[in-house]
């Protein structure tokens, strides 16, 4: 059976309901793991230094493509082999990081999809000024070991530059960081907070929550996982979408189709997500009008 290698940022545990996803994806083509294909993953469990070496094991491996969901991961697997095909995803502009010479006609052995993410900045925080009128300073939180780190802030300084809002950048990378991370918004008497997309944020819902809710803060996310486990909004790409997306690439590979014959994706599905039940908690009132603009009203 063909293997298809799996590069994942995040844990095992974390990743479930994307992984799901993908694996749908990859039934939407005719394949189903330890039917007629198998998966071999490598999680770099938040650490993207472990990426190089992950790959290389992954080519060493023989799989018949690597999925790199991830722009660190599809740097690595990237980096680490020049003929097994890669499928990845990845928030910014993928020719500008050079994993793709273009999006409609990628050369060599990578293509993927390109996610929505950090062009969303500027709607995501006058949805936040609207629910949050009165927070004259916004965190933000990065992670800097991310390589989309620097241009997600850049995003997010520009965005708020234009409306006069003040941003405090607070870099997390880690559990230690997130809970001095919110000390740290406290004490600079920050209004609300926006968080970055990054895998190792993304991994921490319940715990990003639970300390938004010990202290009071509101809380613009990028992704309905959030909302759901008790966040009050997010705005964002429907992320198990792409996934599915990624799947049915790797499903198209497995087929025969060439990387350089199928264009990068590029997801436009967004969707924005509230949470009524936190909103009160907080002592916050949706405006109508974010409540009408609402693809799901969470009570």
């Known amino acids: 059976m063909p293997v298809v290698g799996y590069l994942g940022a995040r844990s095992r545990e974390d990743s479930a309901d994307l992984v799901a996803a993908f694996r749908a994806g990859l039934g939407e083509t005719g394949f189903v793991e330890d039917r007629n294909m198998r998966i071999e993953f490598r999680w770099a469990e938040g650490h993207y230094d472990r990426f190089p070496a992950l790959a290389r094991e992954l080519v060493a491996h023989q799989v018949a493509a690597i999925v790199a969901p991830s722009l660190a991961s599809g740097l690595a697997a990237k980096a680490a082999t020049s003929t097994i095909p890669i499928v990845f995803s990845t928030g910014v502009d993928p020719v500008q990081f050079g994993l793709v010479s273009s999006l409609n006609r990628p050369t060599g052995n990578v293509t993927g999809l390109a996610i929505l993410t950090n062009t969303l900045a500027p709607k995501q925080l006058q949805l936040l000024r609207e629910v949050v009128p009165t927070a004259t300073l916004i965190g933000f939180f990065a992670n800097p070991t991310n390589p989309i780190a620097e241009s997600d802030v850049r995003e997010v300084q520009s965005a708020a530059?234009?409306?006069?809002?003040?941003?405090?950048?607070?870099?997390?990378?880690?559990?230690?960081?997130?809970?001095?991370?919110?000390?740290?918004?406290?004490?600079?008497?920050?209004?609300?907070?926006?968080?970055?997309?990054?895998?190792?944020?993304?991994?921490?819902?319940?715990?990003?929550?639970?300390?938004?809710?010990?202290?009071?803060?509101?809380?613009?996310?990028?992704?309905?996982?959030?909302?759901?486990?008790?966040?009050?909004?997010?705005?964002?790409?429907?992320?198990?979408?792409?996934?599915?997306?990624?799947?049915?690439?790797?499903?198209?590979?497995?087929?025969?189709?060439?990387?350089?014959?199928?264009?990068?994706?590029?997801?436009?599905?967004?969707?924005?997500?509230?949470?009524?039940?936190?909103?009160?908690?907080?002592?916050?009132?949706?405006?109508?009008?974010?409540?009408?603009?609402?693809?799901?009203?969470?009570?």
Request: net charge negative; proline share 5%; no cysteine.
């Open 161 to 299: 530059g234009a409306t006069h809002q003040q941003i405090l950048v607070v870099n997390t990378s880690n559990d230690g960081e997130l809970e001095t991370a919110f000390t740290g918004l406290v004490q600079q008497h920050a209004g609300a907070l926006f968080v970055m997309s990054d895998p190792f944020l993304l991994s921490r819902p319940e715990k990003i929550v639970a300390l938004a809710t010990r202290n009071a803060l509101p809380v613009m996310h990028q992704f309905r996982e959030f909302p759901a486990a008790g966040g009050l909004m997010s705005y964002g790409t429907d992320i198990a979408d792409g996934y599915r997306q990624l799947g049915i690439y790797a499903g198209k590979i497995l087929k025969g189709a060439k990387p350089a014959d199928l264009p990068v994706q590029q997801s436009v599905k967004v969707e924005l997500v509230v949470n009524l039940k936190t909103a009160k908690a907080l002592g916050i009132t949706f405006p109508e009008s974010i409540l009408q603009r609402a693809d799901e009203v969470i009570e």
